[in-house]
């Protein structure tokens, strides 16, 4: 009787020891949320290649840098539902194929960027069965003209993530293949990615992370070979990139409880990034941010320079953008702001963790610049003998004459884009466009009165057009008590009949009798 109770007692513990099994029912499900915790204190000095059956696997020393919630959701309300069915031709039986083609999805990554566009809102649409969990299609968000537009790339070949059950000793391999082509967007971007997927679950045992020890898991390698070409404005780069990825799998957690990404150099494992099951801990926030594009110019279009956020922070619960420029702030992940004036603005995000007692929070700041290439808020003036005008048309835009030579003062009822001086002075015009305000250099301007011409009594300039000196007949010459030759702008050239160093071109003379005025035009060639 002893020997028969010993036998049984050995086989429970055998049990309780034995290889485990991982099935699809297993796997995460719609409104699942898991913690996990990113480490990069462990990158160094873990052995992640060691394995074998019954083995007992040790990272207990990891230490977490910042911590995210991994949320799986129901495809149908991610967004882009009506786009694939679009593309793909589903007009009328849009609900049965796309609920055909995913069950499940979760978000990829906040925001990427290829070749300056950005892409936001990243998540990967899953089919899960019986027997495989396959990745599908890809919904992003890009940002074009300050308006945001969803695209689908699906797979032509879908991705084999895992096929179900999970057990030892399991290897197989599957290709992928994922294609999009932006250029029907005005992006001149074309994607495509072709690749080989390899797993290996090549040992059993027990694991203990920081969260605690799990008994019974199962650990899997995982080759991923990903052949990239980017084409940009008709011009192709390729790159492969492989990754060799370690997961450990406990059939009570649906999602690996370990996960270790890296690659292989020189025959050595190193390893690029660790993320692990865990709880929620108090974690220093780390706000960080990028945009694009990195240098936006005002598009006379739209009135406007549209800039588009991603948020790269950890480590938070809420956070706030400051634009730098008066708008409101906003609780967006990855905003569009559209920029009214050109300019520098220092963008603030400010990010809060709010689990931490008490609070922590952390800013970061950069510029982002706006440019004018098409010169939309100049402020220069056109000045001709007789006014003085605006050359800013931008819509919306309102102005205000000033007089300079009486500390700017702002002229009453000069608020049209064209002024008419009544007297001779030095004036500037005020511009205001989409709330921005600048002024104008100041112009000299002297009043150039084609009523003052005496046609009986004329004074006569010769030669005309001229090559440098000019010359009065010298029975008039009496008559003159000043000289003041003007550019066609208005602007003061020289109080002598003498053009020899000024460009060739019409020219006005201004002649002052004891009477009267006298204009006349003169050509230097």
Not at 64 to 72: D, F, G, I, R
Not at 456 to 466: D, E, K, M, Q, S
Request: proline share 5%; with cysteine; aromatic share 12%.
């Amino acid at each position: 009787m002893k020997k028969i109770t010993f036998f049984l007692l050995g086989f429970v513990s055998f049990l309780s020891f034995a290889q485990t099994t991982y099935l699809s029912s297993d796997f995460a499900a719609i409104n699942d949320q898991f913690i996990v915790s990113h480490s990069t204190t462990g990158l160094v000095g873990n052995n992640f290649v060691q394995t074998g059956t019954n083995f007992n696997w040790n990272y207990s020393t990891l230490i977490p840098s910042s911590q995210e919630t991994l949320s799986y959701q129901n495809p149908n309300n991610t967004g882009y539902k009506t786009i694939w069915c679009f593309f793909n031709g589903y007009i009328f039986n849009c609900n049965t194929q796309f609920n055909a083609n995913f069950n499940l999805a979760t978000k990829l990554t906040d925001g990427i960027q290829i070749q300056g566009y950005g892409l936001t809102n990243l998540i990967d649409h899953l089919k899960v069965s019986p027997t495989l969990l396959e990745n599908k299609m890809l919904g992003a968000s890009i940002t074009i003209g300050g308006n945001t537009l969803p695209i689908v790339a699906s797979y032509q070949t879908p991705d084999i993530v895992y096929q179900f059950p999970i057990a030892f000793n399991d290897n197989y391999t599957n290709n992928n293949a994922i294609s999009v082509d932006l250029t029907s967007l005005g992006v001149p971007i074309q994607y495509a990615s072709t690749g080989q997927r390899t797993n290996l679950v090549e040992g059993w045992g027990s694991l203990t992370t920081p969260f605690g020890t799990f008994p019974n898991v199962l650990k899997m390698k995982t080759t991923l070979v990903n052949t990239i070409t980017v084409t940009a404005n008709g011009v192709p780069t390729q790159n492969t990139v492989t990754t060799v990825s370690y997961k450990w799998f406990d059939p009570a957690y649906g999602i690996p409880i370990l996960e270790v990404n890296g690659n292989v150099v020189a025959s050595q494992y190193v390893a690029t990034n660790i993320t692990y099951f865990d709880i929620q801990r108090c974690l220093t926030p780390n706000a960080a941010f990028g945009f694009f594009p990195v240098v936006s110019d005002f598009n006379t279009a739209t009135n406007n320079a549209s800039v588009s956020f991603i948020n790269a922070s950890s480590n938070y619960d809420t956070l706030s953008w400051n634009f730098g420029d008066g708008s409101a702030n906003s609780t967006s992940v990855n905003p569009t702001h559209n920029f009214t004036c050109p300019g520098v603005y220092q963008v603030a995000l400010t990010i809060t963790n709010a689990f931490c007692s008490p609070d922590e929070i952390d800013t970061v700041t950069i510029p982002v610049t706006i440019t004018d290439t098409q010169n939309a808020f100049t402020t220069a003036v056109t000045v001709t003998p007789t006014s003085l005008t605006a050359d800013r048309t931008l819509t919306g835009t309102t102005y205000q004459w000033l007089d300079c030579n009486n500390n700017n003062l702002p002229i009453s009822n000069q608020t049209a884009q064209t002024f008419t001086p009544t007297v001779d002075g030095s004036y500037a015009v005020q511009l205001t466009t989409n709330g921005c305000v600048s002024t104008s250099n100041c112009y000299p301007f002297s009043l150039l009165n084609n009523s003052n011409f005496d046609s009986n009594g004329a004074i006569v300039l010769y030669p005309n057009p001229t090559t440098g000196i000019i010359t009065i007949a010298n029975d008039q010459l009496e008559k003159i008590a000043s000289v003041a030759i003007y550019s066609l702008l208005g602007q003061f050239v020289t109080d002598k009949l003498d053009l020899s160093n000024q460009p060739n071109g019409m020219y006005f003379i201004k002649l002052e009798t004891d009477t009267s005025s006298v204009v006349q035009k003169i050509i230097k060639k």
